[in-house]
């Protein structure tokens, strides 16, 4: 079977033996610390640097990690959080879980990003966060989405779950008060599958966000240490007890991986050659297929390098109302694809099972719910799979408008 026979994958975790060996050695020389050892320390390190922050907790995923930065800012239950109503389920999910109020604002077509020019039109009462995802991949416009928060006291939760590592000029040197990122199989750093971080600017929310990680319970907030004197010093009622069974937070078992973490470290090494190859990747789609005016491919701002999660398409004139046709034609032809995550989260079955307020319309989510796919762009991509992607589209293009 020839490569350009193999099925085109919208997603492929990428590695190599390196990831494997770092894999055998956590489980030949930790068997006491399979969990949160020297590995995720040193993760916690290099992930939390990247995000120009002080502290990094790494999860077990990207939505624990989610919820664990919107619980551990301690916002005001039944406040409302403004976030974008092009999204993905576990942005929202954590709002919803913590007793606030997700307020939609619809995005940008030309990024899939939020839309800032709404912003200072939005009533502000009873609003104490914005919560924004690097979505697919591209990054917010941090400048302008920091500058309202500050001006209006606002908490900032960047969900870059989609990636990691990106470059963005900015007069500031952080842009959140917390921000998370996912280890999942198909994005660009993954952890054996599985894992994710949470990066804290303030030592508060992060001893919250231990806590919580941990069970609740107090001995996590000194690294699970077994020094006898530490743990026994503690009393409950006048009672002397063991810090390992004193529970300070109603919380989770979300603790980390070493083997997660070793497999991380491997593929953090590689980061820049990996962002490198995917933003080709998108740029190969981008330049083949932006020559006609049926197809819309949404691109960064200037001031952003990053690389793309999965390369975003939108089906505009002729093909305006074809999404499901070409999809189904290229499904055929061995091309996975996607639609662009939610839609229009306003328009999913969940959207009636919470509470939730919005500002203005939503033309453009609802276009991208109507007209936007998903293909890959990944490492694993080769020209000769993206050439035959290019081709099928072309081909859909002629057989469908």
């Not at 990690?65 to 301690?74: E, F, Q, T, Y």
């Not at 997700?102 to 990024?111: A, G, H, Q, R, S």
């Not at 999965?310 to 074809?322: D, G, M, R, S, T």
Request: hydrophobic content about 40%.
């Amino acid at each position: 079977m020839s490569e350009i026979e193999k099925k085109v994958f919208y997603a492929e975790a990428n590695y190599s033996e390196d990831e494997i060996n770092a894999v055998l050695k956590v489980l030949k020389e930790n068997r006491l610390a399979l969990m949160a050892g020297s590995n995720v320390k040193e993760l916690e390190k290099k992930v939390s640097k990247l995000f120009n922050k002080k502290y990094g907790l790494m999860v077990n995923s990207g939505s624990s990690a989610n919820l664990l930065a919107v619980k551990s800012l301690n916002l005001k239950k039944g406040s409302k959080v403004i976030t974008p109503a092009l999204t993905f389920s576990t942005t929202v999910s954590p709002l919803v879980q913590s007793n606030l109020i997700p307020l939609f604002i619809d995005v940008e077509k030309e990024t899939l990003q939020i839309n800032t020019e709404l912003l200072e039109n939005i009533a502000l009462e009873n609003v104490s966060a914005i919560c924004v995802p690097n979505l697919i991949g591209n990054i917010a416009n941090w400048n302008e989405i920091y500058s309202f928060a500050q001006a209006n006291n606002l908490k900032v939760i960047e969900d870059s779950a989609d990636t990691i590592g990106y470059e963005y000029e900015s007069d500031f040197k952080d842009w959140a008060d917390v921000s998370t990122t996912s280890f999942y199989a198909s994005h660009v750093v993954t952890g054996a599958g599985f894992g994710g971080m949470v990066c804290y600017k303030d030592k508060e929310n992060y001893d919250l966000g231990l806590s919580l990680r941990g069970w609740g319970r107090r001995s996590s907030l000194y690294g699970e240490s077994e020094d006898y004197e530490r743990r026994f010093s503690a009393k409950i009622d006048g009672l002397d007890y063991d810090d390992k069974y004193i529970f300070d937070d109603i919380a989770y078992n979300f603790l980390p991986s070493e083997i997660s973490a070793a497999f991380a470290l491997v593929q953090i090494d590689k980061l820049k050659d990996n962002l490198q190859n995917r933003l080709d990747n998108y740029n190969y789609l981008k330049n083949a297929l932006s020559e006609s005016s049926n197809f819309y491919v949404p691109s960064s701002y200037k001031n952003a390098k990053t690389g793309w999660l999965a390369f975003p398409l939108i089906f505009q004139n002729e093909l305006v109302n074809k999404r499901k046709d070409i999809q189904i034609f290229l499904e055929k032809a061995g091309i996975q694809t996607r639609t662009i995550f939610t839609g229009n989260i306003l328009r999913q079955p969940v959207a009636k099972k919470f509470e939730w307020e919005s500002f203005g319309n939503f033309e453009v989510s609802d276009e991208i719910m109507k007209s936007g796919i998903l293909l890959g762009c990944h490492n694993r991509q080769t020209k000769e799979k993206l050439d035959f992607t290019i081709e099928k589209l072309l081909e859909a293009e002629s057989c469908l408008r």
